[in-house]
């Protein structure tokens, strides 16, 4: 069988020293295939959003080894990291996180100028991930002319237009209504299953969890279950 696309082997996460000091992750054991969607539930400071940036190479663990793709990741140089990040990986965020005066179209391709593409090039994949989120009717559209559900796709296409293998998503519903929620949701939901993307998301919301294959509970610092869909 082949090695998980994600694997945390005794993560710890510790913040602070001496008296200050809090133990965030106590020993963290995780796997994840390829092609999962995993939601990542528990209350305010159980550690999900600190496994969440240690996944997405933003945070490193005290102690522990975190193998991507079997490579061990804490043994990564700074620049190492941030090019697993570029090439690899792809985020989402309660704030969506647009830039205010730059159109849909300009936002999505910003994460393709690091890479050298050309113009056209870049023109060419933000499109396509526009249109993959349905909004390609909107890409001269700043983020202030854009509903909430909207900016959010627009961050999803962002997201998605690197190719990344893994989509990590720190709650991508918070800020929205249900009815948006839940086409934010099915998109998701598709990316997983039509392009292969494996989707983390954190989320506190049952019926948005509802959508994963896999749910992961959190509770001070430790996974305390996981659920397989319809179990």
């Given amino acids: 069988m082949s090695h998980p696309l994600i694997e945390f082997r ?3 996460k510790t913040y602070g020293t001496g008296m200050a000091q809090s133990t965030v992750l106590k020993g963290i054991d995780l796997k994840i295939q390829e092609g999962e969607f995993i ?13 969440l940036n240690i996944l997405g190479c933003l945070d490193t663990p005290t102690s522990g080894e975190y193998l991507f ?11 190492q ?24 179209l300009e936002n ?4 393709l100028i690091y890479r050298g ?23 001269d559209h700043t983020p202030g002319e854009l509903s909430g559900g909207q900016q959010q796709r627009v961050a999803i296409a962002r997201a998605i237009v690197t190719q990344p293998k893994v989509l990590l998503a720190d709650e991508p519903t918070g800020n929205l209504d249900t ?8 998109i998701l939901s598709e990316l997983n299953q039509k392009q292969g993307i494996t989707v983390i998301m954190v989320t506190h919301e049952e019926d948005m969890a509802a959508y994963a294959h896999r749910r992961i509970l959190f ?13």
Avoid at 90 to 100: C, P, Y
Avoid at 122 to 139: F, I, P
Avoid at 220 to 230: K, S
């Fill in 219 to 231: 509770k001070d610092g430790q996974i305390v279950t996981e659920q397989e869909a319809n179990s």
């Fill in 81 to 104: 990291r941030a090019l697993l990040r570029r090439y690899y990986l792809g985020f989402v965020f309660q704030g969506f996180n647009l830039l205010n005066r730059t159109s849909a």
């Fill in 108 to 111: 999505v391709e910003l994460p």
């Fill in 39 to 51: 939601a990542i539930m528990g209350h305010s400071g159980s550690g999900k959003s600190t496994s």
């Fill in 117 to 139: 593409m050309s113009a056209k090039e870049r023109h060419q994949a933000a499109m396509d991930a526009l249109k993959t989120v349905g909004l390609e009717d909107y890409v």
């Fill in 69 to 79: 793709d079997g490579l061990p990741v804490e043994q990564m140089s700074t620049q």
């Fill in 10 to 12: 005794q993560i710890v």
């Fill in 179 to 186: 009815a948006r929620s839940i086409e934010i949701m099915e």
